[in-house]
């Protein structure tokens, strides 16, 4: 069950994690300063952040906000995502072009804990590659 997708609500005032609190479903959530996506260094605007809400028992995204230079690129992927209802480990495995915002997710995707509560490993990206490819 999708709560939304927007930008905005950087406390638990508003937005997908008032929603999530509201409804009564729980959660995990990933943060990331802007300052630590490659991308921003080569524009000199390492300004913001960005966060995701993730199911507690699945790893459906629930909510994303960003702040940021060039947040809208990180907005269509991530809507996109979650429009296809796909889980947030495949944004975190993917390969994303360098230097762009995008690549940013696979850092902020990185520190999700597992559904059991440890930190979960990527999957190297040519186990994947390799399965679809034959």
Not at 88 to 99: G, K, Q, V
Request: hydrophobic share 45%.
């Amino acid at each position: 069950m999708a709560i939304g997708f927007g930008v905005g609500g950087s406390n638990d005032c508003t937005g997908p994690a008032a929603e999530a609190k509201r409804d009564q479903i729980g959660y995990r959530v990933a943060k990331l300063p802007m300052a630590n996506v490659l991308r921003t260094e080569t524009i000199a605007e390492p300004r913001g952040f960005m966060k995701m809400l993730i199911g507690k028992d699945s790893d459906e995204i629930l909510g994303f906000t960003a702040f940021g230079v060039e947040a809208s690129e990180l907005m269509a992927a991530v809507q996109t995502a979650m429009v296809g209802r796909m889980p947030f480990t495949m944004l975190r495995d993917a390969i994303f072009t360098h230097p762009t915002m995008s690549e940013g997710l696979v850092f902020l995707l990185g520190q999700v804990e597992s559904r059991q509560g440890e930190l979960e490993a990527a999957k190297p990206y040519g186990a994947a590659a390799g399965k679809a490819l034959h």
